[in-house]
């Protein structure tokens, strides 16, 4: 079974192919922002970034007519469950025309289009719009405001099932709290299988590297008709330039923690304030399950420093064993999901059937 994983980015494209559980291939397309630039919106960029993929593929010596089948990244489609979908045309349909233009919505739109062409089907695994929550975690604090489960669904859940092989248990069998932390972080309570609560990626949880967070209301609403700030103005505080961009005028983790470590005072005080808040937001968790957690996974690309974990441990390794799993398994975790389906160890769901439409 061979696969092609597709995971588009902000500024790359990466992809992999895979021979059943074995990458065989992995390469990261890098594409400069004068490329980018002639595009209106992210939905445009498909045709460029396919033919990017196809020509990489063809000088790797990698032949098209060899897939079986086609790993997307999920996108910005509607709120659905958990698990691995057939791409469809109401899928790509959704994201195409989503006003979130996240890169990682292109996935779907050029794995359906060569699935197409090649007589062959695509699938994608745990979208970032994953909505799992309970029916208290839907409650906000006012009626016309439901949260939502937005978070980093695909990883999560791989370093979830991998910590459980460690443990020579069921991913299904645990309680566990997953804490993402790359530009973006969330938090995530998985109860037996299933992610039950979860901070949103761009509303809630700690400040990131470039998001805010959550907000005190009050401010935020005070904010919004100062008549400072127009409505586009003001989602980039919120996603973009907020977080530790809005202190330090960068989002690059490691200048602040290396200008941290040269005495920089300000530099120290904000890492340690999102290592703070993000204790926080795992404390938080613990009480979903009644303080039944088995373990609290920290992965993503800050997941590297040393410090971040031995400092998050400091705080929250009371409530649980701390593992770490740096970086991100997402090309492993696209491919197994289709490997799934193909084995027939689970079936492909279908997008319209799932669409969780009172979110």
Same mark, same amino acid.
């Given at each position: &079974?061979?696969?092609? @994983?597709?995971?588009?980015?902000? *500024?790359? *494209?990466?992809?992999? @192919?895979?021979?059943?559980?074995?990458?065989?291939?992995?390469?990261?397309?890098?594409?400069?922002?004068?490329?980018?630039?002639?595009?209106?919106?992210?939905?445009?960029?498909?045709?460029?970034?396919?033919?990017?993929?196809?020509?990489?593929?063809?000088?790797?010596?990698?032949?098209?007519?060899?897939?079986?089948?086609?790993?997307?990244?999920?996108?910005?489609?509607?709120?659905?469950?958990?698990?691995?979908? !057939?791409?469809?045309?109401? !899928?790509?349909?959704?994201?195409?025309?989503?006003?979130?233009?996240?890169?990682? =919505?292109?996935?779907?739109?050029?794995?359906? +289009?060569?699935?197409?062409?090649?007589?062959?089907?695509?699938?994608? *695994?745990? =979208?970032?719009?994953?909505?799992?929550?309970? $029916?208290?975690?839907?409650? =906000?604090?006012?009626?016309?405001?439901?949260?939502?489960?937005?978070?980093?669904?695909?990883?999560?859940?791989?370093?979830?099932? *991998?910590?459980?092989?460690? /443990?020579?248990?069921?991913?299904?069998?645990?309680? !566990?709290?997953? /804490?993402?932390?790359?530009?973006?972080?969330?938090?995530?309570?998985?109860?037996?299988?299933?992610?039950?609560?979860?901070?949103?990626?761009?509303?809630?949880?700690?400040?990131?590297?470039?998001?805010?967070?959550?907000?005190?209301?009050?401010?935020?609403?005070?904010? /919004?008709?100062?008549?400072?700030?127009?409505?586009? $103005?003001?989602?980039? !505080?919120?996603?973009? $330039?907020? #977080?530790?961009?809005?202190?330090? #005028?960068?989002?690059?983790?490691?200048?602040?923690?290396?200008?941290?470590?040269?005495? +920089?005072?300000?530099?120290?005080?904000?890492?340690?304030?999102?290592?703070?808040?993000?204790?926080?937001?795992?404390?938080? &968790?613990?009480?979903?399950?009644?303080?039944?957690? +088995?373990?609290?996974?920290?992965?993503?690309?800050?997941?590297?420093?040393?410090?971040?974990?031995?400092?998050?441990?400091?705080? @929250? #390794?009371?409530?649980?064993?701390?593992?770490?799993?740096? #970086?991100?398994?997402?090309? $492993?975790?696209?491919?197994?999901?289709?490997?799934?389906?193909?084995?027939?160890?689970?079936?492909?769901?279908?997008?319209?059937?799932?669409?969780?439409?009172?979110?």
């Amino acid at each position: &079974m061979r696969i092609l @994983v597709i995971n588009p980015g902000s *500024t790359s *494209t990466k992809i992999g @192919v895979f021979d059943n559980q074995a990458k065989c291939f992995e390469q990261v397309l890098r594409h400069s922002s004068e490329e980018l630039a002639q595009f209106n919106n992210v939905t445009a960029q498909y045709g460029f970034r396919k033919q990017t993929i196809v020509d990489a593929l063809m000088q790797s010596g990698i032949a098209l007519y060899e897939l079986d089948a086609i790993a997307c990244r999920g996108g910005a489609c509607k709120p659905i469950s958990g698990g691995t979908y !057939l791409v469809d045309e109401q !899928l790509c349909h959704d994201q195409a025309n989503n006003p979130i233009q996240h890169p990682s =919505s292109l996935a779907a739109l050029i794995g359906f +289009d060569l699935a197409k062409e090649l007589g062959i089907k695509a699938y994608f *695994t745990d =979208s970032p719009m994953t909505n799992e929550l309970s $029916e208290l975690a839907s409650f =906000s604090g006012h009626r016309d405001i439901k949260r939502h489960g937005r978070f980093h669904a695909l990883n999560a859940r791989a370093v979830a099932q *991998t910590y459980a092989q460690q /443990c020579n248990k069921h991913y299904s069998e645990l309680n !566990l709290i997953v /804490c993402h932390m790359g530009g973006g972080i969330t938090i995530s309570l998985h109860q037996q299988g299933r992610a039950v609560d979860a901070t949103d990626a761009i509303a809630e949880g700690p400040m990131t590297p470039e998001r805010s967070g959550r907000l005190p209301a009050r401010d935020l609403i005070d904010l /919004c008709f100062s008549g400072q700030y127009s409505h586009d $103005e003001m989602k980039k !505080l919120l996603q973009g $330039e907020g #977080g530790v961009f809005s202190y330090l #005028g960068t989002a690059d983790m490691r200048e602040v923690e290396a200008a941290a470590e040269e005495g +920089d005072r300000e530099a120290r005080m904000v890492l340690d304030a999102m290592i703070y808040q993000i204790a926080k937001e795992i404390g938080a &968790m613990a009480p979903v399950v009644n303080g039944q957690i +088995d373990g609290v996974i920290l992965t993503g690309g800050i997941a590297y420093s040393q410090y971040v974990t031995s400092e998050l441990n400091k705080r @929250v #390794g009371y409530i649980a064993n701390i593992a770490v799993f740096p #970086g991100e398994m997402e090309l $492993e975790a696209l491919a197994a999901g289709v490997l799934q389906v193909c084995n027939q160890k689970q079936p492909a769901k279908c997008y319209g059937d799932n669409i969780k439409v009172d979110v």
